[in-house]
């Protein structure tokens, strides 16, 4: 579906063409509802806080509606100096290939995989899985000699802009292999920027956008419109 047709369908949904209840929208206000909407569809997608209750790959339907945002690029890393053996995964400097040469022209939004690529002076070099720990139980992550990390599996939390690996010393972080959900590009009429997720999502973000909509004009309809979307899926 094209940004015109687009806004063509948001304002049908909220009976533009034959009703006069609601204000007119600009061009800009549709296009601001829609990246509300579209912005809100990508979380509660990859979450599961959605109708039917999945979260991203759990079913096939939920891997399809995000598959076109999944992104695989190469983060810098760097020595944490505040913190033993220790190397911070820079978010927000992201490259296409693993030589770090040439920079993304995307930027992260949501976790989806990451691989360390891990180096000792006995086992060589490799990509390796990251197992991820909230901040509340990392210092019982790392105190469990069943838990703690290796070389074959370092463990990491997530920091300002940063993921965190810790490693037990003996092998360093070299790269970093992240798969991620991009920022998708804003729609825009005038920019003729369109929904980057797979085509039959384009319906449920503008039903979605419509009630959007509604709300922000407190609109009678609003509970209306709330009881239908659970419907689409």
Known sequence: MNIIQAHIEFRQSLDRADSSAYPDLLSEQVDYFLNEAYNRYIKTRYSGNNPAGTAIEQV????DDLRNLIITDYAS??????EENTYNVSLTS?????VRSAASTNTYMLYFRGRAKVTSSSCGSSYVAVRIYSHNVIDDILS???????????????EGNSLNIIT????TID??????IKNPIPVSLSGN?????ASHTHKEIIELASYIALENLESQRQQTKLQTLPMNE
Do not use: A, M, W
């Open 144 to 158: 469990d000699p069943f838990k703690k990390p290796v070389i074959y599996e370092p463990v990491g939390y997530f």
């Open 193 to 197: 920027i369109t929904f980057e997720t």
């Open 94 to 98: 992201l490259f296409t290939n693993e």
């Open 168 to 171: 037990d010393g003996t092998f």
């Open 77 to 82: 890393t760097s020595i944490n100096s505040n």
């Open 175 to 180: 790269n970093f292999k992240l798969t991620y």
């Open 60 to 63: 096939q339907k939920r891997t």
